[in-house]
């Protein structure tokens, strides 16, 4: 007689989509957790920072910044300094600016839960990007058979 493997648990790894999240919450019998995707993290992040006004060396040095927050886990930190850049922008800024930053937090916010300690699960040589898969998401069991979807 052959048992079925035991699954611990289920890490999806996504680049951000709605659906992606909302399919590994509807998983039942196994503990999942959803990932937001470094590439994907640090592009949207760019983004969110690229058309501000700001010279590009300081753009820069505020993008590693705040990539280094994301980088060790610190989510609260990047959003702070980020909720800070707001208030600068809406005192001398423009409109723009400040919706661009209140587009960024608001990623980062409704993302909170999909944003891992990239630094611990790179030194540990676990996924932190799905860029390697054509579909851009992966999975994998915690007993370490990957599947791409």
């Known amino acids: 007689m052959s048992s079925k493997p035991q699954i611990a ?23 999942v957790v959803a990932i937001l995707c470094w590439y994907h993290l640090c592009k949207r992040v760019y ?22 927050h994301l980088w060790r886990g610190e989510h609260c930190l990047a959003i702070w300094k980020l909720w800070g850049l707001r208030s600068s922008a809406r005192n001398g800024g423009s409109a723009r600016s400040e919706k661009r930053l209140d587009d960024l937090i608001g990623y980062l916010l409704r993302k909170k839960r999909q944003l891992a300690n990239y630094e611990e699960r790179h030194a540990r ?17 915690r007993n370490d058979a990957n599947i791409a979807a």
Do not use: C, F, M, N
């Not at 969110?48 to 993008?63: D, Q």
């Not at 898969?133 to 999975?139: A, D, I, N």
């Open 125 to 141: 040589g676990e996924w932190i990007a799905s860029t390697g898969w054509r579909s851009g998401t992966t999975w994998r069991y």
């Open 47 to 68: 983004e969110g920072l690229s058309g501000l006004g700001l010279a590009k060396e300081e753009r820069k040095r505020l993008e590693r910044e705040i990539l280094g």
């Open 9 to 31: 648990g289920l890490e999806v790894l996504g680049d951000g989509a709605r659906w992606i999240a909302l399919w590994a919450l509807g998983i039942q019998g196994i503990d």
